[in-house]
């Protein structure tokens, strides 16, 4: 009963790791802006395209 309980117990532990591991690499998304508008990445927004 005890080596089941141990077992039960890692396994649980270990569920939040597999949780991140199978999520990683979603840090980036592509943003689509409307036409004439560019992505700012210092603002974090769209902003009127400046042509020159």
Same mark, same amino acid.
């Given at each position: 009963?005890? *080596?089941? =309980? =141990?077992?039960?117990? &890692?396994? *649980?532990? *270990? *569920?939040?790791? /597999?949780? &991140?591991?199978?999520?990683? #690499? /979603? %840090? ?6 409307? %036409? #004439? =508008? ?12 400046? =042509? #020159?």
């Amino acid at each position: 009963m005890k *080596l089941k =309980t =141990t077992f039960a117990a &890692i396994a *649980l532990s *270990l *569920l939040p790791l /597999h949780a &991140i591991a199978m999520c990683s #690499g /979603h %840090e980036q998304q592509a943003q689509s802006c409307a %036409e #004439g =508008t560019v992505w700012d990445d210092a603002a974090k927004a769209c902003v009127n395209q400046v =042509t #020159g």
